[in-house]
């Protein structure tokens, strides 16, 4: 399956009643996008309407085929812990505020999955409404219990930490299947890898297409000197994944996981989706920029950067 397709994006069918009930359909020119937007004071803004809104694709104005704020849709959440060498100990000190997260993330028709990866990507826990069942499925990883799925194809991996793998399949695997949903993965890691097949452009491409916000919270390990080179690249690549899909990325030991939680949960509560007919229907491979712009001035709008057309 390639991911650069706005095949991929959710279609819909409009309605009287499309908030309380939407439905949706495939279409290979309508395209999907998750987006946050922010006041001049950098206040989340949750209540805006469709028609406070212009969308553009490379310039050229898109009409808006269907509009929801989050609480319209449910939310397909996957969370991907690194249990590699340098990252094991990070997520196990915070059970607590992980737990509480979800608690308060997921409602009765939202669902969440883990995936928990070193050098090989393991689906700890499949899709669930039930918070206990994916903590259990945390301790049960961190107690050493390896008789779990497979994501990745068994290719031989030397090194120990396939950190765009990890993703890249959570997308493939799990959130691609999710059509009607918001979505959107947290990743706890440090942003360094040595052991994926897929490049850092290839991830960003899959969540793109997929309309899939990335929330990674960095996990650092620190000398005493402060932070060495390799660090300073995994920051760099957790910034420019968030960037690119329109999620943020957070740095545990600077804000605290708590607060990071926090400030993930109050994007998700307060984002919207949009979906529109491309009026570019050219399968050319090209890079389309989608922009996202509040018709009032002094806001400012977080989504992805845009999606290539396969």
């Given amino acids: 399956m390639r991911f650069g397709t706005a095949a991929v994006c959710l279609a819909v069918s409009l309605n009287p009643g499309l908030a309380q009930n939407p439905s949706f359909r495939a279409d290979v020119h309508l395209v999907t996008v998750g987006f946050s937007v922010r006041d001049s004071a950098g206040h989340l803004v949750p209540d805006l309407s469709q028609d406070d809104f212009d969308v553009t ?5 898109q009409k808006i085929a269907f509009f929801a704020r989050s609480n319209d849709v449910p939310l397909d959440l996957g969370l991907v812990a690194d249990f590699s060498g340098s990252q094991e100990e990070f997520v196990k ?24 990866f070193g050098n090989r990507i393991r689906l700890a826990q499949d899709f669930t409404g039930a918070v206990p069942d994916l903590m259990d499925a ?9 008789n779990l799925p497979e994501f990745a194809p068994q290719e031989r991996r030397v090194a120990g930490t396939a950190f765009y793998d990890a993703i890249f399949y959570s997308v493939d695997q799990r959130l691609a299947q999710a059509q009607s949903s918001r979505k959107a993965l947290i990743v706890f890691s440090d942003g360094e890898d040595n052991s994926s097949g897929h490049q850092m452009l290839e991830t960003i491409e899959a969540a793109q297409a997929n309309d899939v916000l990335l929330f990674p919270i960095r996990y650092t390990e620190r000398l005493k000197g402060g932070p060495i080179a390799r ?14 899909t329109g999620g943020a990325d957070f740095d545990a030991k600077e804000k605290g996981l708590a607060r990071s939680f926090e400030l993930i949960g109050e994007e998700l509560r307060s984002s919207y989706r949009l979906a529109y007919h491309s009026t570019n229907t050219q399968s050319d491979d090209t890079f389309r920029k989608v922009r996202i712009r509040v018709k009032r001035e002094g806001y400012d709008v977080r989504a992805k950067t845009g999606y290539y057309a396969h």
Avoid at 138 to 146: S, T
Avoid at 231 to 244: F, H, L, T
């Fill in 57 to 61: 694709e490379d310039g050229a104005p």
């Fill in 93 to 116: 000190s915070h059970h607590k505020d992980i737990e509480t997260f979800l608690k308060k993330a997921l409602t009765p028709r939202d669902r969440a999955f883990l995936v928990c």
């Fill in 231 to 244: 660090n300073r690249y995994g920051a760099s690549v957790m910034a420019r994944i968030a960037k690119e």
């Fill in 138 to 146: 945390l301790h049960r990883f961190e107690k050493g219990d390896r």
